[in-house]
């Protein structure tokens, strides 16, 4: 038995119990979770906007080390150093095959029909999230789920590689390919929109707005990067990215939040060829609403972003490397070191806009 954080109904506080795993099976690998972040999508989960059953353990930002596997597994062995997948990819769909593993048939078939309950409390199973479930001093995933790292890579700075860090670097890389002199502007300077802040530094560009209502994460922008600040409390933010760039809007406007309001500001703030790229994920069944004359007449464009288009297996290591290189800021994201049982107050740091993220550090 061990310890995790279930969430039995939404709008509750995920309360601390003693669960046990299913057996591995041939593909799976149990994990001992070293370090867990906390990212925004486990709070719209809990508040019902991501369609996630209860109960379920949540948590998909985890890294760890491996415990044990099944007789099938090949790519990892006990003792190795891991960061976990939230989309394991099976190689083999038309997405894989196509070169975009980020969008593997696998997740989809995971998050609408595969639901599974690998962990048990008193003979009730309880449902496995985003085919990780970090929230939990041990997990049970897929063998794809697993993503090996060098062994000196600090497990508490590399677990936030596993999804804020990569959403927000790869959509700067990988989803937009920004170039080097471009202007970007991003939407939203929270755990992710800091990494998009820092993807687009690390690709050159030659200026960089961040677009924030709190100031102490527009504090946080500068020192990742961002050129500009503007705080959309005090001014349209629109207008103020096309004061910043002579009038003519950025390349590239990155909406990190998940609403419709910022969205279109977004795509209003960038330039005649320029694109507005979503990385944050709106509750499901909201619409935006935008001047469909722009898309031709001025060739603008909406650009979805998942998982920062990341190859995982290329991409984690390379972005662990950039780390341990000094040319990636991932101390610097980390707020608090919490334990388990303070998980709620954690939730709550993040709604006030008080933390870029919180770390779960399991003994």
Not at 6 to 28: A, C, F, G, Q, T
Request: glycine share 10%; hydrophobic share 45%.
């Amino acid at each position: 038995m061990f310890k995790a954080a279930v969430m039995y109904n939404y709008n509750e506080p995920l309360k601390i119990e003693s669960v046990d795993l299913k057996p591995p099976r041939e593909d799976e690998v149990v994990v001992k979770v070293v370090a867990s972040g906390i990212c925004h999508s486990d709070l719209s989960v809990i508040k019902g906007n991501l369609p996630m059953l209860p109960p379920t353990i949540l948590g998909h930002e985890g890294a760890g080390i491996v415990e044990e596997v099944g007789k099938a597994v090949t790519n990892v062995t006990p003792g190795d150093h891991v960061v976990l997948s939230w989309v394991p990819d099976c190689g083999r769909c038309h997405f894989c095959v196509a070169g975009k593993p980020h969008l593997c048939e696998r997740l989809y078939l995971v998050m609408m029909e595969g639901r599974e309950g690998v962990f048990l409390k008193d003979g009730m199973e309880i449902l496995r999230f985003n085919s990780v479930s970090s929230f939990s001093e041990r997990t049970l995933v897929r063998e794809d789920a697993c993503i090996k790292i060098q062994d000196d890579a600090p497990l508490d700075r590399a677990c936030l590689v596993g999804c804020g860090v990569m959403t927000g670097v790869g959509a700067a890389i990988n989803t937009a390919k920004v170039r080097p002199g471009q202007t970007v502007a991003v939407f939203g300077c929270g755990g992710v929109g800091l990494n998009v802040i820092q993807g687009a530094a690390l690709c050159a560009a030659g200026k960089i707005i961040a677009v924030d209502l709190v100031d102490q994460k527009l504090q946080w922008a500068k020192e990742f990067g961002a050129t500009d600040v503007v705080n959309g409390k005090d001014v349209d933010a629109v207008d103020a990215i096309r004061s910043l760039t002579n009038g003519l809007g950025v390349d590239y406007a990155f909406e990190v939040i998940g609403a419709p309001a910022p969205i279109t500001q977004a795509f209003m703030s960038i330039k005649r060829g320029g694109a507005a790229v979503l990385v944050g994920v709106p509750p499901f069944g909201q619409e935006i609403s935008l001047p469909a004359a722009m898309i031709p007449l001025e060739e603008k464009s909406l650009l979805g972003s998942l998982y920062g288009s990341a190859n995982m297996r290329r991409d984690i290591p390379n972005l662990i490397g950039l780390y341990m290189q000094k040319r990636l800021k991932l101390d610097e994201l980390i707020s608090r070191r919490i334990k388990l049982d303070e998980v709620n107050a954690a939730f709550e740091a993040m709604e006030k806009g008080e933390v870029a993220r919180s770390v779960i550090m399991f003994d």
